[in-house]
T-cell receptor
C-alpha cells in the first residue's frame, strides 16, 4: 500500500528565512508527487507536482520541491518565507502504474511564519 | 469558473439520519474522489470514481455509499449517520491521465456534525 509521511506536525520559521516542509513516501513503481496548501476553512489548493524529468520542481507563490528517489523524499522549500505562507501543507502520492488512481495524502504540516 | 462545487456547506444530523452530499464539477474531468478530513489524520479517501457509472472503495468506505450517474456529479450518501462520521468532507476531481498525471481540484468542503 502506498503511504506518505510528513514527520513534522508544525514548522515555525521567521519571516524572510528559508523554509522546508518535509515529505517522504512509499509507493509501488515510480511516483507522481504533489504538494497542496490549505488555508483555514478552505479547500486544498494545488502548489506543484513531480511527474518525471528534472528533480527540482517549481510551483506557485515561489515554492519549489526537490524529488530525491534514493531517499524517497519530496521536500517543499521556499527561499524566503512570508507571513501569508502560514497555512496547512499536504504532500500526496500516486503510483504511475497503469490502473492506479488513488491519491494518498500525508497528515499535513502546519506552517507558521512569524513576523 | 465554478470548478468543483459541494452542496451543502454545513449540516447537522442526528444519529441514524441519512443524507446525501453532492459534488458537481464543470471541468469534464473523468476522475472524482471523496475524502474526509479529521484533525491529525490528514485526508483519507472514502470512495472514488474513474468514470461515469463506475465507483470504487478507498481507504475508509464503511458507512458510506456513492453514485456517479452523470459524469459531472459524484454523490456521497450516509444511510445511517453515526457520531464517528462527524468530519469535513472534500470532493475532488482530476482529468484523465494522458501520459502525464494531472493534479486534483478540490471543492470547498462540507462540514458535517452528527449528534
Amino acid at each position: 500500500a502506498q503511504s506518505v509521511a510528513q514527520p513534522e506536525d508544525q514548522v515555525n520559521v521567521a519571516e524572510g528565512n528559508p523554509l522546508t516542509v518535509k515529505c517522504t513516501y512509499s509507493v509501488s513503481g515510480n511516483p507522481y508527487l504533489f504538494w497542496y496548501v490549505q488555508y483555514p476553512n478552505r479547500g486544498l489548493q494545488f502548489l506543484l507536482k513531480y511527474i518525471t524529468g528534472d528533480n527540482l520542481v517549481k510551483g506557485s507563490y515561489g515554492f519549489e520541491a526537490e524529488f530525491n528517489k534514493s531517499q524517497t523524499s519530496f521536500h517543499l522549500k521556499k527561499p524566503s518565507a512570508l507571513v501569508s505562507d502560514s497555512a496547512l501543507y499536504f504532500c500526496a502520492v500516486r503510483s504511475s502504474g497503469a490502473g492506479s488512481y488513488q491519491l494518498t495524502f500525508g497528515k499535513g504540516t502546519k506552517l507558521s511564519v512569524i513576523p | 469558473n465554478a470548478g468543483v462545487t459541494q452542496t451543502p456547506k454545513f449540516r447537522v444530523l442526528k444519529t441514524g439520519q441519512s443524507m446525501t452530499l453532492l459534488c458537481a464539477q464543470d471541468m469534464n474531468h473523468e476522475y472524482m474522489y471523496w475524502y474526509r478530513q479529521d484533525p491529525g489524520m490528514g485526508l483519507r479517501l472514502i470512495h472514488y470514481s474513474v468514470g461515469e457509472g463506475t465507483t470504487a472503495k478507498g481507504e475508509v468506505p464503511d458507512g458510506y455509499n456513492v453514485s456517479r450517474l452523470k459524469k459531472q456529479n459524484f454523490l456521497l450518501g450516509l444511510e445511517s449517520a453515526a457520531p464517528s462520521q462527524t468530519s469535513v468532507y472534500f470532493c475532488a476531481s482530476s482529468d484523465r491521465d494522458r501520459g502525464r498525471s494531472t493534479e486534483a481540484f478540490f471543492g470547498q468542503g462540507t462540514r458535517l456534525t452528527v449528534v
